[in-house]
């Protein structure tokens, strides 16, 4: 009999066991404060030495544990979701080589190295992205590839600056770089278009047209956590830049655009996404604030929850027969009521509801802001990011769980098989407990912040605050918004930056090489230029020609100016 083997099951054991083993590596690391660096030495270049280098600490081993651990379940996910799939296996290669790019990047202190992994992320996540063969997909991968091109070109603008240290493993040279302002630029550039900050923000939603359990992947723990995780190694070298302050602006304006958005969308996948800008520029802002454990910490706490949101995000528009648009959902938690409720415990974990994964992160950056000698603007859009969040997250739970049947009065019965079931039960566990487990594990000591009542119960008030305007939002005919249809536009279509980086510089580049064909192709620069030279060769031919021809008029007209020529000297 020939049994035909299940890659992805084999592929999920695989992973998950490796990932125990890095966060067993992990907890060693951390209680004996250990670090291994290895180096392989590859090419030496005049004098320079290009090494393949891997660096093992405990900040490597347990963001590879969380990256392996995520993706196994993924992975384990996509058995059933992608069931239909006749090519399921090509599929399941391109996570294992995505996630393999991931780990290229998070154990390198080089740039060469680093450059490997980063590539590798860009290429898979445009084949990925346009997994799906159609027009939608295949813009959507085009602009994912080009605006990450840019970071690419800022990467390697640096590497040839490093030239000048005759080496690349960043580590050794974090305290001779202060005066070389230039590279710190070309990382910060880098990694704001890999994390998809502004006005890098809309290939983001874009990509959304990737299958669901890569968007699990993707928006949890891999391509966009790149960026962060790259400024997170170099927080020594940012923290020197003059220009830190205006990035803090851009990050922060980042997670305040992408929360008014989620509050105008209602695409399911675009809304999630949303939320993973707005938590990215979340971590940036702190990033540039100067807390880069606090960063990590929010970047791992993230992964977890919002993998759990797009797992049980694809089970529902699995339900609906592909459907992704909220309005046609309600009363989903008498259709599907396990999916509803392990979806409500990850929006509360991303709203930082007590005690579960996400405040132990969000609650612990907000109050150090707050002791922070922060400006007031910064600290108002602080407050008002999160004010936002818990908007947008009632507002999709109001859309998709309450009330009633919209549409769609024919569901599938059953809340899901036993893979998708499982993997989603295996993440809430970790939602629930992940971020209390981790605050005893990456501190030493736990961290007590003392505040003054009134700025204590500031978070809270905008908590309350931004569930009333959710609440509001969900009744879009009745609400005040609905008078101004500009606001509307201007908030659902992201501040226009996908006009700017597709149709606003596509038009423009066309329209100037229509006119630059015209008038240099067709035009002065080919009547001077080529035509114009075969042209002159051309007609010296002829005018040579008629000499070599032996004409007696040539010879009587050249006589006489001649003569002509004489009498006048």
């Known amino acids: 009999m020939n049994y035909k083997i299940n890659l992805g099951f084999i592929t999920s054991l695989m992973l998950i066991l490796f990932s125990l083993i890095f966060f067993l590596m992990f907890l060693y690391f951390v209680i004996h404060e250990k670090l291994i660096l290895l180096e392989w030495s590859i090419i030496f270049l005049n004098s320079s030495s290009v090494y393949m280098s891997i660096i093992l600490d405990w900040m490597s081993l347990i963001f590879m544990s969380f990256v392996l651990g995520i993706s196994s379940f993924v992975i384990f996910y996509s058995n059933e979701y992608m069931i239909v799939d006749k090519n399921i296996n090509r599929f399941i290669y391109l996570i294992i080589l995505f996630v393999a790019s991931m780990m290229f990047l998070i154990i390198s202190p080089n740039l060469i190295s680093i450059l490997l992994g980063w590539d590798g992320l860009g290429l898979i996540s445009y084949c990925l992205v346009v997994y799906y063969q159609n027009n939608k997909s295949y813009n959507a991968g085009m602009l994912t590839a080009l605006m990450n091109r840019i970071g690419d070109v800022a990467l390697l603008m640096s590497i040839g600056w490093m030239m000048n240290f005759g080496g690349w493993n960043y580590i ?71 220009m830190i302050d205006f990035f803090l602006i851009l990050s922060l304006l980042t997670m305040i655009m992408s929360s008014f958005g989620a509050n105008f969308e209602f695409d399911l996948k ?25 960063a990590f910490f929010h970047l791992l706490t993230h992964a977890l929850f919002k993998a759990l949101l797009f797992l049980c995000a694809g089970v529902v528009i699995h339900s609906m027969w592909g459907n992704q648009d909220i309005r046609f959902m309600g009363g989903l938690i008498n259709q599907l009521p396990i999916i509803t409720s392990c979806m409500n415990i990850s929006n509360l974990a991303l709203c930082g509801f007590p005690f579960l994964t996400g405040f132990y992160s969000k609650d612990l ?116 918004f609905y008078y101004f249809p500009l606001l509307n536009y201007f908030s659902g279509m992201m501040w226009f930056t996908p006009l700017f980086s597709t149709f606003f510089f596509t038009n423009h580049l066309f329209k100037f090489s229509l006119i630059f064909s015209l008038v240099i192709n067709q035009g002065w620069g080919e009547y001077w230029g080529p035509k114009g030279l075969s042209n002159l060769v051309v007609n010296f031919s002829k005018f040579n020609q008629i000499i070599q021809m032996n004409s007696f008029k040539f010879y009587l007209m050249s006589l006489i100016i001649w003569i002509l020529f004489m009498f006048m000297i």
Not at 212 to 222: E, G, M, Q, R, Y
Not at 270 to 294: E, K, W
């Open 172 to 242: 050794f040279y974090l305290d001779k770089m202060f005066n070389f302002e230039f590279i710190s630029f070309m990382i910060i550039l880098a990694a704001f278009t890999k994390s998809a900050q502004l006005p890098f923000s809309s290939w983001l939603p874009a990509a959304m047209a990737a299958p669901t359990p890569v968007s699990a992947l993707v928006h949890s723990s891999t391509l966009v956590t790149a960026g962060v995780y790259l400024l997170i190694r170099f927080n020594l070298l940012i923290m020197n830049f003059f």
């Open 270 to 294: 675009s809304i999630i996404a949303l939320s993973t800008l707005s938590q990215l520029g979340f971590m940036m802002s702190v990033l540039m604030m100067g807390f880069p454990s606090m």
């Open 365 to 480: 950056i907000m109050e150090s802001m707050m002791m922070s000698n922060l400006n007031f603007l910064s600290y108002m859009l602080f407050l008002l990011s999160v004010g936002l969040t818990v908007s947008y997250s009632f507002r999709l739970s109001y859309y998709t769980l309450s009330g009633n049947l919209n549409s769609f009065s024919f569901l599938c019965i059953y809340d899901c098989s036993s893979n998708m079931s499982w993997s989603i039960f295996i993440m809430v566990f970790f939602s629930i407990i992940g971020g209390s487990m981790l605050n005893w594990l990456m501190f030493s000591s736990p961290v007590v912040i003392m505040l003054p009542l009134d700025l204590k119960l500031t978070t809270l008030t905008m908590i309350v605050m931004g569930s009333l305007i959710g609440y509001e939002l969900s009744m879009y005919k009745n609400n005040f």
